[in-house]
């Protein structure tokens, strides 16, 4: 199994478990629905969420052991990866580039389109433009914080891949930690609690769509997460 596949497969398990755990607590909450407003009727129902939050943990701290695990193996492969040296094109390129004094967007850009995809010379222009707008912050490119990752397409640099790794292992605590809803809708809600000073009932809110592959559980967890995210080059660099 990779190493893809088996945080793959974590997550998966883990959500899924977490949603039938969900089901099974609905499912009581409904039976007991007669009851509502008798004693006996919160007693219960708070015994049935001790259950469900009892199992999740447990379901939760599996998960995370794996996780954990996983994310140590895929930064020791991406570190024994070789690296491929720049060709001379690239270098020129890239001398050209620190040659400018605040170089544009769209000149960094096209510069990038020309680095035959070179995963090392597409890191050193980053370096190159964020060196040379370091003294102007606030009207340096916005771009420029995401680098040129979005240009390669055989390769990731070392670096930018294990700061992919450390992405992906805080999304997929915040999933864990999370209550099973689509990221932005969770955002919404917790925004709107803290307006409106209002408790969430995260059962009542559209829940995520389970996980059913690899690929796309990558790419939506990576999603406004990592600009530019191409799951081929990332399983790469980590398997």
């Not at 040659?99 to 020309?114: F, G, V």
Request: hydrophobic fraction near 35%; include cysteine; aromatic fraction near 8%.
């Amino acid at each position: 199994m990779t190493n893809t596949d088996r945080l793959y497969t974590a997550m998966r398990d883990f959500t899924n478990a977490r949603s039938v755990n969900r089901e099974t607590y609905l499912s009581k909450k409904k039976r007991l629905e007669s009851y509502k407003g008798s004693d006996g009727y919160k007693k219960e129902l708070d015994e049935e969420m001790k259950k469900r939050n009892k199992a999740d943990a447990k379901a939760r701290e599996i998960c995370k052991k794996i996780v954990r695990e996983t994310v140590a193996d895929m930064k020791t492969a991406n570190g024994k990866r070789g690296v491929v040296p720049p060709s001379d094109e690239d270098i020129r390129l890239l001398t050209v580039a620190q040659m400018m004094k605040k170089p544009s967007i769209s000149t960094l850009e096209s510069i990038a389109a020309s680095l035959h995809a070179h995963a090392v010379a597409l890191s050193a222009l980053t370096d190159i433009a964020r060196e040379a707008w370091k003294d102007d912050p606030d009207h340096a490119p916005a771009r420029l914080s995401v680098g040129f990752n979005r240009f390669a397409t055989e390769s990731y640099e070392a670096r930018e891949a294990e700061s992919m790794i450390d992405t992906l292992e805080k999304a997929c605590y915040q999933i864990m930690d999370g209550h099973g809803v689509p990221r932005s809708v969770e955002l919404a809600a917790k925004h709107n609690a803290n307006i409106n000073g209002v408790k969430v009932d995260w059962d009542e809110l559209k829940q995520d769509e389970p996980y059913t592959v690899e690929s796309e559980f990558y790419d939506r967890t990576m999603s406004g997460r990592v600009d530019g995210f191409n799951y081929s080059l990332f399983a790469k660099a980590v398997n």
